[in-house]
């Protein structure tokens, strides 16, 4: 019991953690992981996240996000429009993994929304920071910043697959 509250506790807010980092980059890692059956997602209304469909529409959507993120008139994180779809990847991200731990989802909603907002305000603050601190291009901080991104969110799914 003490595991799966644990379990909850970690996996929901770091997916939303990283939603406010990179917003489609966890949903492609979901999607994966529900299309190669390690998120028991059937019978559930998050069943469409395992097609291949949303394989395709969310890898895409990440691996642009990647890219865009590196022009230099990418918006930032914390301005409106990309936060608020930060917040809601991440409450939706939140809700379906919840599902799948079959938990309520409105605490799944609640805890990826606040791990969402905590992702883009810390990943932004730490971002500027380090570009002034170290002297680097920022595409350079930010492609480490994928890296933890991807990693982060393959962490989290393997939590709550496991």
């Known amino acids: ?3 799966a509250i644990l379990s909850w ?3 929901i807010p770091l997916l939303g953690v ?3 980092l990179r917003a489609m980059t966890p949903m492609a890692v979901l999607c994966w992981f529900a299309y190669l059956g390690y998120l028991p997602l059937e019978g559930t209304w998050a ?3 395992a097609s291949a469909t949303a394989v395709v529409v969310f890898t895409v959507l990440a691996l642009a996000e990647i890219v865009a993120d590196k022009l230099p008139r990418a918006p930032d994180r914390i301005s409106l429009g990309p936060l608020t779809a ?9 809700s379906i993994a919840a599902t799948a731990m079959i938990g309520p989802g409105l605490e799944g909603v609640l805890l990826g929304v606040v ?3 905590l992702g883009a305000f810390a990943g932004f603050m730490i971002r500027r920071d380090m570009v002034e601190r170290i002297g ?9 910043e994928d890296l933890i991104a991807v990693a982060c969110a393959g962490f989290a799914m393997h939590v709550v697959t496991n």
């Open 115 to 117: 791990g969402a907002a």
């Open 47 to 49: 069943a469409w996240m």
């Open 1 to 3: 019991m003490l595991i």
């Open 18 to 20: 990283t939603t406010g």
């Open 136 to 144: 680097c291009a920022e595409w350079k901080v930010a492609l480490v």
């Open 9 to 11: 506790l970690l996996a």
């Open 86 to 94: 930060r917040l809601v990847f991440g409450g939706l991200i939140g």
